[in-house]
């Protein structure tokens, strides 16, 4: 089955950009996804991307995808306080397929 | 005009109990799912249903039994809680067409004592 890792922890100062990396091992991942989970709350999509890109930029997101290396990022610009959050990667097969999560990276931001 | 609502939010009960989560979607989704957060935040898929129909079934207890009774219902029955099975219970609902974006009721959390 699919291994996603993350780093658990990444801190950065407010005003910064935040590099979040995931890992996975299916390479036949068609849909990445990342989600946002504040303190006490569910999970929100944050953006996505498609196997068959390089790059997506989503104001202040951008996801990048290396194929090869089984290697995805997420990048936030110009962070703030309110993106403090456990952040999740989840490749997807095909279609309607479960998601895969990472265990999460756990931003702070540091005002 | 929640799109995937979970009840209740929070369930706090005995060892040996049985309970039920409830999940609803207005999104008119034909998939939708059960997943389990444990105390470190890892996130596992339990079950899937795609109209109504048992499709996933992950190495999941037969205590826990989900129920679909409609395309927008999904529900989670847990017979004698343990105290491993305390947890954050996520559902959620998946569109059927690209880009597949899948969607989270705001959990239920369940402490069992």
């Known amino acids: 089955g699919e291994d996603v890792e993350q780093s658990l922890f990444l801190s950065v100062r407010e005003g910064d950009s935040s590099v979040i990396n995931c890992t996975y091992t299916d390479s036949s991942s068609t849909y990445l996804y990342w989600y946002k989970q504040e303190p006490g709350a569910g999970l929100q999509l944050l953006t996505y991307i498609f196997s068959n890109m390089d790059m997506k930029q989503d104001q202040r997101l951008t996801v990048l995808l290396n194929k090869k290396d089984k290697h995805l990022s997420l990048r936030i610009a110009d962070t703030q306080t309110g993106d403090s959050a456990i952040y999740f990667c989840a490749p997807r097969m095909t279609g309607n397929t479960p998601l895969v999560f990472g265990k999460g990276t756990r931003l702070s931001v540091i005002a | 005009d929640t799109a995937v609502s979970q009840t209740p939010k929070y369930l706090v009960t005995q060892m040996g109990n049985d309970k039920s989560i409830k999940c609803e979607q207005n999104l008119g989704h034909d998939t939708m799912y059960w997943y389990k957060q444990d105390s470190k935040k890892f996130l596992k898929i339990m079950f899937s249903y795609n109209n109504k129909e048992l499709i996933i079934n992950e190495t999941v207890p037969n205590r826990f039994s989900p129920k679909s009774p409609d395309k927008a219902h999904l529900n989670l029955h847990i017979n004698s809680l343990e105290l491993g099975d305390s947890a954050v219970y996520f559902c959620?609902?998946?569109?059927?067409?690209?880009?597949?974006?899948?969607?989270f009721g705001p959990g239920t959390r369940l402490t069992v004592t």
């Open positions: 959620a609902s998946s569109t059927g067409h690209h880009p597949y974006e899948q969607y």
